[in-house]
Nanobody
Framework: QAQLVESGGGVVQAGDSLRLSCTASTRAFLLYAMGWFRQAPGKEREFVAAITWSGSDTGYTDSVKGRFTISRDNTKNTVYLQMTSLKPEDTAVYYC????????????????????WGQGTQVTISS
């Protein structure tokens, strides 16, 4: 099971950008589909973005389409979430998640699909 560590969170103003990183301690990172989720205060954790282990396909929740980009560098065991045009409603703890899979063409949007999670990184957007 991969160990995941997120970084890159912080406090920024509306309209700014942030890039989150998640590094996995596994030799088999190439075989993990990856995802980003977030949890705002008083709300349930929700899907944000996901990527296949090959990086060939990605998926996003509607509220971040066109603003967020998920990518990965398998040589660095790292997945990224580039966030632009940030809004106060993007404020949340952001978690990365990993799912081992033999399917190179699938990404996963349900949190129940993932078996490894990072500790989370706080993102706060001020208006």
């Amino acid at each position: 099971q991969a160990q995941l560590v997120e970084s890159g969170g912080g406090v920024v103003q509306a309209g700014d950008s942030l890039r989150l990183s998640c590094t996995a301690s596994t030799r088999a990172f190439l075989l993990y589909a990856m995802g980003w989720f977030r949890q705002a205060p008083g709300k349930e954790r929700e899907f944000v973005a996901a990527i296949t282990w090959s990086g060939s396909d990605t998926g996003y929740t509607d509220s971040v389409k066109g603003r967020f980009t998920i990518s990965r560098d398998n040589t660095k065991n790292t997945v990224y979430l580039q966030m632009t045009s940030l809004k106060p409603e993007d404020t949340a703890v952001y978690y990365c998640a990993a799912k081992p899979t033999s399917d190179r063409n699938s990404y996963f949007t349900s949190e129940h699909s993932y078996n490894a999670w990072g500790q989370g990184t706080q993102v706060t957007i001020s208006s």
